[in-house]
């Protein structure tokens, strides 16, 4: 369930502020700023990739052991490697304005992948060893 809690919590962070434009108008002494929140942008996608990954996770827990372990894990590894492509090409076309929000959830993408392909690999090393999270 670790891969899942990681999925959840990228979602939740996906709300939190991930960009921050400020204008300055002459006259006035504090600058106006707006923060922009996760969803927008590729960050987004990266979320409804995540979301995805939660729901694959959760399915699995439900439907009990898993038939074909080894894909269910490469579909799950090639989803959260995906988020972390998604996630990375934000952060840089945004490099200039991102707050803590984005910091975050580029961390979070990255434990995601890892996660994700050290479950795939346990499973490859090994069909008959369950990798559980």
């Known amino acids: 369930m670790l891969l899942a809690a ?17 204008v300055e108008v002459q006259g006035i002494l504090a600058p106006f700023c707006h923060d922009s929140h996760g969803w927008s942008g590729l960050a987004g996608l990266a979320g409804v990739l995540a979301v995805i990954v939660l729901i694959w996770q959760l399915l699995t827990k439900v439907r009990g052991r898993e038939p074909r372990p080894a894909r269910d894990r490469m579909v799950v590894a090639v989803l959260s490697l995906a988020a972390l492509t998604l996630t990375i090409t934000e952060v840089l076309l945004d490099i200039h304005v991102l707050v ?34």
Request: aromatic share 10%; glycine share 6%.
């Open 100 to 133: 803590w929000g984005a910091w975050a959830g580029l961390g979070l993408a990255v434990a995601l992948a890892v996660v994700a392909i050290a479950q795939l690999r346990a499973v490859m090393a090994s069909p008959e060893v369950d990798a559980s999270d």
């Open 6 to 22: 990681i999925a959840a919590v990228f979602v939740a962070d996906l709300f939190a502020p991930w960009t921050r434009s400020c």
